[in-house]
Antibody, heavy 119, light 106 residues
Framework: QVQLVQSGAEVKKPGAAVKLSCKAS????????IHWVRQAPGQGLEWMGW????????TYSQNFQFRFSITRDISASTAYMELTSLRSEDTAVYFC????????????WGRGTLVTVSS | DIQMTQSPSTLSASVGDRVTLTCRAS??????LAWYQQKPGKAPKLLIY???SLESGVPSRFSGSGSGTEFTLTISSLQPDDFATYYC????????FGQGTKLQIK
């Protein structure tokens, strides 16, 4: 079955960068996109962007255009999300997710990675 | 950007109650709308897609309706496991989530 396994929690200082991973299994990695969704403590869900795992093309939400990037390593069946110039407001759980039916609703999710930004 | 507004923000109900949650979009979505359930510390779980299609394995007490800009999620008879936060998500143009409705025990 399709599974997404995310990397472990991170603690970073303001101004640093963080790179999270999302390892896919149970399907051909290049056949499904990977999306990233953020959830700040006690807050709602915010779509950040996505990568076409086949051709590597990315699209980012306007709110995340400048400090955020998504990449993938086909050989490792893994997508990565990097967020730079971290601020305290970036403290959140970051989920990766995919859509197995070719439409943009997310039927498979990773468990999430908590990123804490604190001096 | 398409804005999504859910109401109410919090809903108190009892086991066995029938409840309806509402989601409104700032522009027409046709029926490109999904609903998720999220429990504390967990990833969201897909319940409904295309406004009214029930995801495989989701109990039939959950149903979705609506089109255009107004949508509802109905739980016909609340079970103890249903107390959670519910989010709608549009996928007519990229993806946007509503702010959520927390369903709590009365």
């Amino acid at each position: 079955q399709v599974q997404l396994v995310q990397s472990g929690a991170e603690v970073k200082k303001p101004g640093a960068a963080v790179k999270l991973s999302c390892k896919a299994s149970g399907y051909t990695f290049t056949s499904l996109p990977i999306h990233w969704v953020r959830q700040a403590p006690g807050q709602g869900l915010e779509w950040m962007g996505w990568i076409n795992a086949g051709n590597g093309v990315t699209t980012y939400s306007q709110n995340f255009q400048f400090r955020f990037s998504i990449t993938r390593d086909i050989s490792a069946s893994t997508a990565y999300m990097e967020l730079t110039s971290l601020r305290s407001e970036d403290t959140a759980v970051y989920f990766c997710a995919t859509e197995t039916n070719g439409q943009w609703y997310f039927d498979v999710w990773g468990r999430g990675t908590l990123v804490t930004v604190s001096s | 950007d398409i804005q999504m507004t859910q109401s109410p923000s919090t809903l108190s109900a009892s086991v066995g109650d029938r409840v309806t949650l509402t989601c409104r979009a700032s522009q027409s979505l046709n029926d490109w709308l999904a609903w998720y359930q999220q429990k504390p510390g967990k990833a969201p779980k897909l319940l409904i897609y295309k406004a009214s299609s029930l995801e495989s394995g989701v109990p039939s007490r959950f149903s979705g309706s609506g089109s255009g800009t107004e949508f509802t999620l109905t739980i016909s008879s609340l079970q103890p496991d249903d107390f959670a936060t519910y989010y709608c998500q549009q996928y007519s143009f990229y993806a946007t989530f509503g702010q959520g409705t927390k369903l709590q025990i009365k």
